[in-house]
Nanobody, 116 residues
Framework: VQVVESGGGLVQSGGSLRLSCTAS??????????LGWYCQAPGKQRELVAF???????EYGDSGRDRFTISMDNAKTSVYLEINNLKPEDTAVYYC?????????WGQGTQVTVSS
C-alpha cells in the first residue's frame, strides 16, 4: 500500500487549506482500515490530527479538533483534511497514513507553513 499527500504550502494566518491523501487502490481489498493524518511541528513529536475508518467512523486527536475536518471519498481510497482559521502553531509537516491491522504505511509528508 502506498499513500501520497498533496496540498501543503505557505498560507497566511486566518486562511484555509485542504490537504489530500490518496492510497493505492489495493487498500480497498482490506476491511477495517484507517486513513488519516499526523502532524509534526519543528522540535515536537508527531501527533495525531484525525483519521477515518473505512466504515465512516471518524476520530480526531487533541490537535485535530475544532478547526480541522477530515473527509473520505466514495471509493474510500482518499482522505482530505480541511484546516480553517490557520494559526502559526499549525506550521508542521503533515503526514498521511494508512493503517491495516497493525501495519502503518506513511506518505512522504507535506509542509504547511502559516505566516503571522
Amino acid at each position: 500500500v502506498q499513500v501520497v499527500e498533496s496540498g501543503g504550502g505557505l498560507v497566511q494566518s486566518g486562511g484555509s487549506l485542504r490537504l489530500s491523501c490518496t492510497a493505492s487502490e489495493d487498500i480497498a481489498r482490506f476491511f477495517d482500515y484507517k486513513l488519516g493524518w499526523y502532524c509534526q511541528a519543528p522540535g515536537k513529536q508527531r501527533e495525531l490530527v484525525a483519521f477515518m475508518v473505512d466504515d465512516g467512523r471518524t476520530e480526531y486527536g487533541d490537535s485535530g479538533r475544532d478547526r480541522f475536518t477530515i473527509s473520505m471519498d466514495n471509493a474510500k481510497t482518499s482522505v482530505y483534511l480541511e484546516i480553517n482559521n490557520l494559526k502559526p502553531e499549525d506550521t508542521a509537516v503533515y503526514y498521511c497514513f494508512a493503517r491495516i491491522l497493525e501495519n502503518y504505511y506513511w506518505g512522504q509528508g507535506t509542509q504547511v507553513t502559516v505566516s503571522s
